[in-house]
């Protein structure tokens, strides 16, 4: 069994810096890591991952500044979980005409469809979550930083591509918030919501 929680990065700032994380994504950041750990194994956290975008990496800083960095493995970049090129090609004008009322998940599902989704999933976001569970072996808890509509999309193809499979609480994460991935064997699955609200022991 190998468990990763999958989350969004800290907010944006919307003021100076073009798709970088301000003083707010980075201090909320810092406090999940002084919480973070996994309340259904006590697994201390083993693995760090980050990807293409700058802000995933000024998340999984500020996170390690608040938890620590004693037994974290950090990895390089792992590629396929979202890049300015594809996300220009999925975050479309008519897509942010409806984020506003659907949030990011459900706008590019809606516009693009579910075969351009899967074809997103297949290509790119699966195989980038399979290649960080095979950084880790057995009994080991990692993280991510990625993005939204990236998260909900793999929580949408592990329902097989099912909305009325997916709970609603995964059709819509905030900054910090995500998917908790579990590996049996070969088999990932959804095991829960990655919040806000885990405690450290």
């Not at 406090?31 to 700058?54: C, I, M, P, W």
Request: glycine share 8%; proline share 3%; net charge negative.
């Amino acid at each position: 069994m190998r468990k990763l929680g999958l989350r969004r990065h800290g907010d944006k700032d919307h003021n100076t810096l073009k798709n970088r994380i301000g003083d707010g994504g980075m201090d909320a950041a810092r406090k999940l890591g002084d919480r973070e750990y996994d309340n259904d194994t006590n697994l201390k956290l083993t693995h760090l991952f980050f990807h293409e975008e700058v802000r995933t990496v000024e998340t999984a800083l500020a996170f390690l500044s608040g938890y620590g960095t004693n037994g974290v493995k950090v990895h390089p970049a792992v590629p396929g979980m979202g890049n300015s090129t594809l996300f220009g090609e999925m975050i479309t004008d008519p897509v942010r005409a409806l984020v506003p009322e659907k949030g990011n998940f459900l706008a590019v599902l809606e516009v693009h469809g579910v075969e351009k989704v899967r074809a997103w999933c297949e290509g790119y976001f699966l195989p980038a979550v399979r290649r960080m569970f095979d950084a880790m072996d057995n009994n080991e808890w990692g993280i991510s930083f990625s993005h939204s509509p990236t998260v909900e999309m793999i929580a949408f193809a592990l329902a097989d591509y099912n909305i009325k499979a997916m709970p609603d609480e995964f059709k819509s994460f905030a900054s910090l918030e995500g998917v908790i991935l579990q590996m049996d064997d070969d088999n990932i699955t959804v095991v829960g919501k990655a919040t806000l609200l885990l405690k450290k022991e």
